[in-house]
């Protein structure tokens, strides 16, 4: 099992950005892959980007593409999230989730490819 906490989320302007941060504590997080979800009111949760175990790949949905950066720092247990440009339809929770299989080598945007899941932390963008 692993704990996950995001922080970072909070309100902001159309057009500006935020950093989230998932910090993990329990199994070993460089063995994982990690991945951003995000759930707007009224809505399914839906995927957003993931990151490889290593860091060295990343996929992103087509709606965040080049506006969102992922990143982790294994030595910290972190997964980080940049948002820059934010626009209205990002206002979600976002949660991060850390991959049920270590060292997959797939990327996967299947949400019961993961078993973990933080709190969430509530992103809104004001128009």
């Known amino acids: 099992q692993v704990q996950l906490v995001e922080s970072g989320g909070g309100l902001v302007q159309t057009g500006g950005s935020l950093r989230l941060s998932c910090a993990a504590s329990?199994?070993?997080?460089?063995?994982?892959?990690m991945g951003w979800f995000r759930q707007a009111p009224g809505k399914e949760r839906e995927f957003v980007v993931r990151?490889?175990?290593?860091?060295?790949?990343?996929y992103y949905a087509d709606s965040v593409k080049g506006r969102f950066t992922i990143s982790r720092d294994n030595a910290k247990n972190t997964v980080y999230l940049q948002m820059n440009s934010l626009k209205p339809e990002d206002t979600a929770v976002y949660y991060c989730?850390?991959?049920?299989?270590?060292?997959?080598?797939?990327?996967?945007?299947?949400?019961?490819?993961?078993?973990?899941w933080g709190q969430g932390t509530q992103v809104i963008v004001s128009s």
């Open positions: 990151i490889s175990w290593s860091g060295g790949s990343t």
């Open positions: 329990g199994r070993a997080f460089s063995r994982y892959g």
């Open positions: 989730a850390a991959d049920r299989r270590a060292f997959r080598a797939v990327n996967t945007i299947v949400e019961n490819e993961y078993d973990n």
